[in-house]
């Protein structure tokens, strides 16, 4: 079991952000916010899917306005993604965003960063860090060697943290992204030693989701094993409901994800020359005929009973294929056998059983 580096509790509304919480899987939405009714769906979609958290980018004053209409409207807590503009920051936190995400690359003034305290503290609201390689001026050269981004970044980190805590505001979580995973993983190390606030994860502009799962899964995987990060983000260029499904295989790898409710889970063999029925259409097929269980039931199929039965020991049901049929396991002891034509109906007539 992974042992979670011990944190400080942020609150985003509702939502505990910290090492004595569940990880928080979030994402953003990607059509206009000022489109409220378009927003409010995705926002929606994503909570279904699993995100406890969503954010909005703000990049205007209408957006703002359209923020806190969404505010209303939607089920989970929402994130205002803040650049440039220290008014954004502040119209966003009195729309009731329950965090907003901050960017030192571009919001630099202490006055204005005051401000935005101020009105954080006034609302409850909870503020990223988010420090962002891409968005540091002395940073875009692509000749500057790891240890001194690393080390710039750090210290950009340190100086904008010490404006928050000179004014006693703690209700911090930093995040340091780059497109590089190596050099998100060290940073990330390197902020767990130094701060005590819980940690964002993600990996930035990290492309089409075919591209970018396994560079994100890496460095996720490798921090989060570590005990390291509290909320992720997979950022990936396409519908946010693929980054939330990835960010959910990351958690579910790793035995960190907590859904809200129990779920069924389906495990297939990757199948070999062993395998006499298709078994990716028969995966296939059980998938999209599987009904909405909220119980921890673990359902398998296996290409052979050569290893099929061994390694699928462990479920409450398992389909074991030969040569048109297969067998029928529950709890590791055979129950039926069934010709090939048969196995979906078998397998959900099982389903109903348990
Ligand atoms: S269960 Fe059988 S068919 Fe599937 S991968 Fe293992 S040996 Fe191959």
Do not use: W
Request: proline share 6%; net charge positive.
């Amino acid at each position: 079991m992974i042992k979670r580096r011990k944190t400080i509790t942020v609150n985003a509304g509702p939502v505990k952000i910290g090492s004595s919480s569940p990880i928080v899987v979030q994402s953003m939405t990607k059509v206009p916010t000022v489109d409220i009714a378009r927003c409010v769906r995705q926002v929606n979609k994503l909570a279904r899917a699993g995100c406890r958290l969503v954010r909005i980018a703000v990049p205007t004053c209408a957006d703002t306005a359209a923020f806190a209409k969404i505010v209303q409207k939607v089920s989970v807590p929402l994130i205002a993604d803040v650049h440039f503009s220290p008014s954004r920051a502040i119209e966003a936190i009195e729309a009731g965003a329950a965090k907003i995400r901050l960017n030192p690359g571009n919001i630099k003034d202490p006055k204005s960063i005051h401000r935005i305290i101020d009105a954080a503290k006034i609302h409850k609201t909870a503020i990223r860090i988010g420090v962002n390689e891409a968005s540091i001026r002395n940073l875009k050269s692509r000749d500057i060697p790891a240890q001194k981004r690393t080390a710039f970044v750090l210290k950009e980190m340190k100086k904008y943290v010490a404006l928050f805590e000179r004014r006693s505001f703690t209700q911090l979580v930093l995040s340091a992204k780059s497109s590089d995973c190596l050099r998100t993983i060290e940073i990330n190390r390197r902020i767990a030693k130094l701060f005590g606030y819980p940690i964002h994860l993600g990996l930035t502009h990290a492309g089409l989701p075919e591209d970018a799962q396994i560079p994100s899964a890496v460095t996720l995987g490798t921090l989060l094993a570590e005990g390291i990060g509290d909320t992720i983000r997979v950022s990936a260029a396409a519908n946010p409901l693929v980054e939330t499904q990835i960010a959910k295989q990351v958690l579910i790898a790793l035995g960190l994800y907590e859904p809200a409710e129990p779920r069924l889970e389906m495990i297939v063999c990757p199948t070999c020359a062993r395998a006499q029925i298709d078994i990716t259409r028969l995966a296939r097929r059980v998938k999209k005929n599987l009904p909405d269980i909220n119980k921890p039931l673990r359902i398998a199929v296996m290409g052979c009973i050569v290893n099929g039965p061994g390694e699928a020991a462990d479920a409450d049901l398992a389909l074991c294929a030969a040569k048109n049929k297969a067998y029928v396991y529950r709890k590791g002891r055979r129950i039926a056998i069934v010709p090939e034509t048969k196995i979906v109906p078998e397998l959900l007539k099982q389903l109903k059983n348990l």
